[in-house]
């Protein structure tokens, strides 16, 4: 177990050592620096300066190290577009996409996981057929659109819901939160569920394809044939042997969700990481970009790393150990 | 021996009608509705400049007396416009038909992209193994690890910083738009092509040819492609759907196709402003005209998968 967390973390530095190089190149090679921090009357002396003091003259060996040197300690620089540090901004911004995410992650949880199970016990029923048509709708209408009925709908014609911000907010030392204030609450439920509504049709999915494979074993029909009552087979033994697949794809949808809240977060003008990504990516503000790439990588890896543990604790017959991976 | 020249005789319309894929395709209705429907859209897409009743990029026909006109089935319409017009006074259905154009070109032209850079990364790591393997599928994997909408939008956003201004104009944005889209989806063909090369590769013909000394090159295109691009039709048809909402989603942020030459997402996002002030046609149609094209995409894909698929059924 040990041995097979040691080797989990050196691929993850290997990932992450692997991302920094995309982001240290895009940071050094897309735009000059120095150029976006100067005015216009900057002389070619000043300019130079500069260049020697903030070390772009190094060899490019030694930028990449300083770079991911300052990425661990985390400074990413100054903001080509805000004139203030990366970190700081990230750090404000962080609360927002975070909590939004972890509320579509819940909610398309415990909306999926059910309507999964539904359709595989119930594979003929009315109620399956209608939720399976939902599920192919949702896979094809893209985030933004689903946002913008959204707003259309119960921002325009009924307005019963804000159509774009947090609400009011509290602030708990570093982190601000919209959980506490009612309008708070009401800010949180069209971007909670635009966000919630693609990985939901997903886990959805995925969970009846498992069911419907599962429930087909000889185990299931030795389960039937013993007597066993329904709920037992379908919950104890069918449900449970989905799972392992099912907290993958659910793993990896929660780094999912936080790029979709790009998306969502411009349609709703939510205050959170995304909006400012796309900012950046529209005014060529490499330093945000390079440092939403690296929190969002680190982001990942920490969660595929979780994952794996995951599965042991899930599934005793995976053993650790061994040479494959 | 008659049965056999018989089959030969016949001719090539002949012969699908005696396929399962036909079968299947005649059975299902609303499978047969969806082709329609992505006939129709492909159909209007590539003769725009005749079925579309205004040019929309005609700037003499256009007038601002025109703007801001609601379909014609409401109060403030004029017959010239079915669907209503936008701010600058262009005829909406036009602009759609134009629009979806210019999605469905942005689509095929990323999905064939990733399609060929994906396959050929594919057959070169499955036929070479080794090293070239190794880091072409590690490469793989962490790029799988990330989200295709996240990537595209670090490509374009890193082009647009090396070319800067250029890149405003509209035919750089739509190549950018295509490298943008193609690189974030190769990965799913090189993992399909590499796995159905490694069993291809130790197949006798491959060893033959191997054997009389043929270039590794040539048994790579001419021997081992054809025999591993079948479950590729699948993955493009369903990739078409995704590129085609890829690009809107770009095209909505704001970072694709610029609104000169607006595409189903740009026309969304310009309709987007007009939205709080009651103008909800100029959002909504191009709206439900891309929520077609993608479900229709998507239902077509989906039955290819099951169809081709005799595992599944």
């Known amino acids: 177990m040990l041995a097979f967390t040691i080797r989990r973390l050196v691929q993850s530095l290997g990932v992450m050592l692997a991302v920094s190089l995309i982001a240290f190149v895009m940071f050094t090679f897309v735009g000059d620096p120095v150029d976006q921090m100067v005015g216009l009357e900057t002389t070619i002396e000043e300019r130079n300066a500069l260049r020697e003091q903030l070390g772009l003259n190094d060899p490019t060996p030694i930028q990449f190290l300083r770079f991911v040197g300052n990425a661990i300690q985390g400074d990413f620089g100054i903001s080509y577009q805000f004139k203030r540090p990366v970190a700081t901004i990230l750090g404000e911004r962080m609360p927002a996409t975070l909590e939004l995410a972890l509320v579509s992650a819940i909610l398309s949880l415990i909306l999926g996981i ?39 709908v119960f921002a325009v014609l009924l307005q019963i819901l804000p159509s774009f911000g947090r609400g009011e907010v509290v602030d708990m030392g570093w982190w601000s939160t919209g959980l506490l204030t009612g309008s708070g609450l009401k800010a949180l439920i069209m971007p909670a569920i635009t966000l919630a509504l693609f990985q939901m049709t997903l886990i959805m999915r995925l969970v009846r394809a498992e069911m419907l494979e599962v429930l087909r074993t000889d185990y299931i029909k030795f389960g039937r044939a013993r007597g066993l009552r329904n709920r037992a087979i379908n919950f104890g033994h069918a449900l449970k042997n989905t799972m392992v697949p099912v907290i993958t794809i659910a793993g990896l949808q929660i780094g999912s969700i936080i790029a979709f809240a790009i998306i969502t977060e411009t349609v709703f003008q939510w205050p959170g990481m995304g909006l400012l990504f796309l900012q950046a990516v529209q005014n060529v503000d490499i330093p945000i970009m390079a440092a939403y790439l690296l929190l969002i990588a680190f982001l990942f890896v920490i969660i595929n790393m979780a994952v794996d543990l995951l599965y042991v604790v899930v599934d005793p017959r995976i053993r650790i150990g061994g040479g494959e991976e | 021996m008659s049965i056999v020249q018989t089959a030969e005789r016949r001719s090539l319309i ?64 004029d017959p010239r416009f079915l669907l209503g017009t936008d701010d600058q006074g262009r005829d909406l259905l036009s602009a759609i038909i134009y629009g979806a154009r210019i999605s469905l070109a942005v689509g095929f032209a990323s999905v064939a992209f990733a399609a060929v850079l994906g396959i050929s990364l594919g057959l070169l790591a499955g036929y070479m193994g080794g090293r070239t393997d190794a880091i072409i599928m590690r490469i793989a994997d962490v790029q799988l690890t990330f989200p295709s909408i996240l990537i595209a939008l670090l490509i374009d956003g890193s082009v647009r910083g090396i070319f800067g201004g250029a890149f405003n104009r509209e035919d750089s944005a739509f190549y950018v738009l295509v490298v943008a889209i193609g690189l974030s989806f190769w990965v799913q063909y090189a993992r399909t092509v590499r796995s159905s090369t490694l069993v291809e590769k130790n197949k006798e013909y491959v060893q033959a040819a191997r054997l009389i000394g043929l270039h590794p090159i040539k048994i790579m295109l001419r021997h081992v492609l054809p025999n591993v691009t079948g479950p590729v039709l699948v993955i493009a048809t369903i990739n078409l759907a995704l590129a085609i909402i890829t690009e809107a989603t770009l095209s909505f942020l704001g970072v694709g196709i610029p609104s000169t030459q607006p595409s189903l997402g740009t026309l969304i996002r310009i309709g987007n402003d007009f939205l709080f002030s009651g103008e909800w046609w100029i959002t909504i149609f191009p709206g439900i005209a891309l929520a077609v094209l993608a479900l229709a995409i998507n239902l077509l894909g989906d039955w290819l998968r099951d169809v081709l698929n005799p595992r599944l059924r």
């Open chain 2, 14 to 77: 002949a012969r699908m009608r005696d396929t399962d894929i036909w079968h299947s395709f005649v059975r299902n209705k609303i499978v047969m509705l969806a082709a329609f429907v992505t006939a129709v859209f492909f159909l209007a897409a590539l003769f725009a400049p005749l079925v579309s009743p205004h040019n929309p990029f005609d700037l003499a026909t256009l007038s601002l007396m025109d703007s801001l006109m609601q379909p014609v089935w409401l109060e403030e319409s």
């Open chain 1, 114 to 152: 059910p309507m999964g199970v539904y359709t595989a016990l119930r594979r003929e029923s009315l109620l399956s057929k209608l939720f399976l048509t939902i599920s192919l709708v949702g896979v094809s209408l893209p985030t933004f659109l689903i946002g913008i009925i959204f707003i259309f």
